[in-house]
Every structure is written in structure tokens, then in C-alpha cells.
């Protein structure tokens, strides 16, 4: 399974942003999909997961309302939509994709076994 994530830039404050993650392999549809990202200086953290069947998503507290993960199996892509950027979102996301299939959204880095290369965000004030 290989994983590419793209999207990220240099934007302002307000603006948005659409992350995109490709992925190989087979059974697209059978796991939970996740972002993760890693501020400067900080460990990496759990933004956001989509279930295997595309019905459970859960968001990390500092993007919920502000961020949407989604997800198109036939294109075997996951997609995070990021809007009224922060400062504080700046980092590098990294999508992943959970070791075990038919399991539901997890925080827990260690829970995901596939991971993309990163793709870098900067928001500046």
C-alpha cells in the first residue's frame, strides 16, 4: 500500500485549503482512513478519520466545524477540507490508513499502519 498526499501551500489566515491523498493497493473500501498532522516542535496528533463505510467521521476538537474529511472509493482518494485556516494549523498533514480493516475511526497513531509522505501547510497571520 503506498499513499500520496498533496494540496498543501503557503496561504493567510481565513483562507482554505483541500488536501488530497492517493492511495494503492487493494480494498480501498474495507478500512478507516485518517489525517494526522505534526506542528513544529510538536509530536504528530489526530485531525481526523473517516470510517470504511464513509458513515463515521470524527474530528479532533481544534478543527471540528472548521475541517471536513471525505473520501471517494472508486478514485481511491481521501480528501481534507480545510477552511478559515489558522496559524496554528500550520504543519506537515499526513494521511494513513488503519493496519486492521472493517474497524471504526481511531485517534491512536499507533492504529494506523500505512502512512503518506506528508504534505506541508503554512498559514501565515
Known amino acids: 500500500v503506498q499513499l500520496q498526499a498533496s494540496g498543501g501551500g503557503h496561504v493567510r489566515t481565513g483562507d482554505s485549503l483541500k488536501l488530497v491523498c492517493v492511495a494503492s493497493g487493494p480494498n480501498f473500501s474495507r478500512y478507516t482512513w485518517g489525517w494526522f498532522r505534526q506542528r513544529p516542535g510538536k509530536d504528530r496528533e489526530f485531525v481526523a478519520a473517516?470510517?470504511?463505510?464513509?458513515?463515521?467521521?470524527d474530528y479532533a476538537d481544534s478543527v471540528k466545524g472548521r475541517f471536513t474529511i471525505s473520501r471517494d472509493t472508486p478514485e481511491n482518494t481521501i480528501y481534507l477540507q480545510m477552511n478559515s485556516l489558522e496559524p496554528e494549523d500550520t504543519a506537515t498533514y499526513y494521511c494513513a490508513r488503519r493496519r486492521t480493516d472493517l474497524q471504526p475511526p481511531a485517534r491512536g497513531s499507533s492504529l494506523y499502519g500505512f502512512w503518506g509522505q506528508g504534505t506541508l501547510v503554512t498559514v501565515s497571520s
Open positions: 473517516i470510517s470504511w463505510t464513509g458513515n463515521t467521521r
